[in-house]
């Protein structure tokens, strides 16, 4: 038992990861291929030829075979996790029929179906009627429905991701319940298709036979054949089982299965989650997501741009690190903890608020970012701690919001992602937050989540809990410096926290003027 190994898959929106993991949750090989997270052919169109994910995916495969310890006779299993959120349509003979569009695409349309009228009285009388619209406008089967209607007509199923990577695998149209984050029908309460009766039938140009086979993370959804074990090198015969979107992967690699525990994820969109096997809507009429262990829920608050701000800064202002670190051969991130390192906590009065997408209610469509207190004393150093702080203090005010509406307080935290390898990241982390800090003892916690759903459907555990209790564990703490801690509290409690209230107002108003971001 000791010796065998499982394949996780992890599709992100920059790269492609082909992990082996042992039973302890050890990596024992990995390969990657990078590639472009996007193409665009209009302003805010955000897509991704879909051929170009399952190339890669082989590249990825047949690049682990050569690593050292990489053995194929090992292999008891395969799960892929993948971005939420990306849509894919195919035809009868299983092709793409256009880009896919990813989730970081804009587009939306007016030309929507309508919900019928006593949905709509019941969705004015619960003040939401404004969300509902939103993710009518903003679903991706409407728009493709109402201007390329030659290819919605032509659609056989309209996958996600990682339905769309599991069908090229085993060649059936079966998805997990837990990779289910998407503009969809899907029941986020009962984790299935929605009913017969359901308004999002009436809001979505989709039918139920449309739609893949839904099961359980850890469930075998069929075998590798010879033709895919000729291009990709995963040996035939070899089971494939159904895993979670990445975020959901990425909560059950951190060990984070109880309530009390928060998970934040510094990835392109920053997030704080908690696993609950009760359903809560941390923001009301804002459904949790199915989580990666089975009849469970995760709670979540995202920051949709996240540490894409932290990589906006490295590619506009972080020249000199970047170049520094090719001369060095060291690690950028390394250079840019020293910067953070040269200002002090609560960098001299800047503050910013990271809203530099909008959300949906909170925060709300009107949402920009800010950044305050600016002296002559700043530099870009100050900047930078800024943006790490301002992603600190939104998930802090979701960790409140999360606990104001489940009843459960957080007392630990786990950070997964890329900002999780900045110590200087995780040091203030726990100094904004006050709590004990720490970093998983791996690095790719949705490849391990993966594995840990995939050894569990195997009979490789006798459970979820087993399998994360083995698999998983956590490895450096950060404890709150005392003196920081009380500082950000107070920035946090009189500042921050009415940041959004106060400019709220003037953000429409820059919307109005300017025409950007252009009305829905």
């Known amino acids: 038992m000791n010796d065998k190994t499982i394949l996780a898959i992890d599709n992100g929106t920059q790269s492609v990861r082909a992990i082996l993991f042992d039973l302890?949750?050890?990596?024992?090989?990995?390969?990657?291929?990078?590639?472009?997270?996007?193409?665009?052919?209009?302003?805010?169109?955000?897509?991704?030829?879909?051929?170009?994910?399952?190339?890669?995916?082989?590249?990825?495969?047949?690049?682990l075979w050569e690593q050292p310890g990489a053995d194929k006779a090992l292999v008891q299993g395969v799960a892929v996790t993948t971005q939420r959120g990306t849509v894919i349509n195919?035809?009868?003979?299983?092709?793409?029929?256009?880009?896919?569009?990813?989730?970081?695409?804009?587009?939306?349309?007016?030309?929507?179906?309508?919900?019928?009228?006593?949905?709509?009285a019941a969705f004015r009388l619960a003040r939401v009627k404004g969300t509902i619209d939103y993710f009518r406008g903003e679903a991706e089967v409407n728009w493709i429905k109402a201007h390329q209607p030659d290819i919605w007509d032509r659609t056989h199923k309209v996958l996600l991701l990682s339905g769309y990577l599991n069908y090229r695998l085993c060649g059936r149209y079966v998805d997990s319940t837990g990779s289910q984050v998407a503009y969809l029908p899907?029941?986020?309460?009962?984790?299935?298709?929605?009913?017969?009766?359901?308004?999002?039938?009436?809001?979505?140009?989709i039918t139920p036979q449309m739609l893949p086979e839904l099961v359980a993370p850890g469930t075998v959804i069929g075998l590798i054949d010879d033709a895919v074990a000729a291009v990709t090198g995963i040996p035939a015969g070899t089971p494939l089982l159904a895993a979670a979107a990445d975020k959901a992967c990425e909560v059950i690699g951190a060990g984070c299965q109880a309530p009390h525990i928060g998970c934040l994820s510094y990835g392109t969109t920053a997030t704080i989650n908690t696993t609950?096997?009760?359903?809560?809507?941390?923001?009301?009429?804002?459904?949790?997501?199915?989580?990666?262990?089975?009849?469970?829920?995760?709670?979540?608050v995202q920051i949709f741009r996240?540490?894409?701000?932290?990589?906006?800064?490295?590619?506009?202002?972080?020249?000199?690190?970047?170049?520094?670190?090719?001369?060095?051969?060291?690690?950028?991130?390394?250079?840019?903890?020293?910067?953070?390192?040269?200002?002090?906590?609560?960098?001299?009065?800047?503050?910013?608020?990271?809203?530099?997408?909008?959300?949906?209610?909170?925060?709300?469509?009107?949402?920009?970012?800010?950044?305050?207190g600016f002296g002559d004393v700043h530099t870009r150093a100050?900047?930078?701690?800024?943006?790490?702080?301002?992603?600190?203090?939104?998930?802090r005010e979701g960790k409140e919001r999360t606990e104001k509406r489940s009843g459960v307080p957080i007392t630990e935290l786990r950070v997964s992602g890329g900002g999780s390898q900045s110590d200087a990241a995780m040091q203030l982390t726990a100094d904004i937050f006050?709590?004990?800090?720490?970093?998983?003892?791996?690095?790719?916690?949705?490849?391990?989540?993966?594995?840990?759903?995939?050894?569990?459907?195997?009979?490789?555990y006798p459970d979820f809990a087993a399998a994360i209790a083995g698999m998983t564990r956590i490895g450096r703490v950060f404890e709150p410096i005392a003196a920081n801690r009380v500082m950000y509290d107070r920035l946090y409690k009189q500042v921050y926290r009415k940041m959004y209230a106060r400019l709220q107002p003037m953000y429409a108003q820059i919307a109005e003027i300017t025409g950007y971001p252009e009305k829905p």
């Not at 029929?97 to 949905?119: E, K, S």
């Not at 096997?277 to 089975?294: D, K, L, S």
């Open 276 to 300: 609950s096997r009760r359903y809560v809507e941390v923001t009301p009429f804002i459904p949790p997501y199915p989580a990666a262990i089975p009849d469970t829920y995760s709670t979540e």
């Open 90 to 120: 195919v035809g009868q003979d299983g092709k793409a029929l256009r880009p896919a569009i990813t989730w970081l695409d804009q587009r939306r349309t007016d030309l929507a179906p309508r919900v019928g009228m006593w949905w709509n």
């Open 24 to 63: 302890q949750g050890n990596i024992v090989a990995k390969s990657q291929v990078h590639f472009e997270s996007y193409f665009s052919e209009y302003p805010g169109w955000a897509e991704h030829d879909p051929e170009d994910y399952w190339q890669s995916l082989c590249r990825a495969c047949n690049q």
């Open 306 to 372: 996240g540490y894409w701000m932290v990589n906006w800064f490295k590619e506009q202002f972080g020249h000199h690190e970047r170049a520094r670190a090719l001369e060095e051969d060291v690690a950028p991130e390394q250079l840019f903890d020293e910067l953070v390192n040269a200002v002090p906590a609560g960098a001299m009065g800047l503050m910013l608020q990271p809203y530099w997408s909008p959300g949906i209610r909170v925060p709300g469509p009107e949402a920009k970012g800010a950044i305050i």
């Open 434 to 460: 006050g709590l004990p800090t720490a970093r998983p003892h791996v690095y790719e916690t949705s490849g391990l989540g993966a594995a840990i759903a995939a050894a569990v459907g195997l009979g490789l």
């Open 186 to 205: 899907f029941d986020y309460k009962r984790q299935r298709w929605a009913g017969p009766r359901d308004w999002k039938w009436q809001a979505l140009a």
């Open 382 to 395: 100050h900047v930078y701690r800024a943006i790490l702080e301002g992603l600190a203090y939104a998930l």
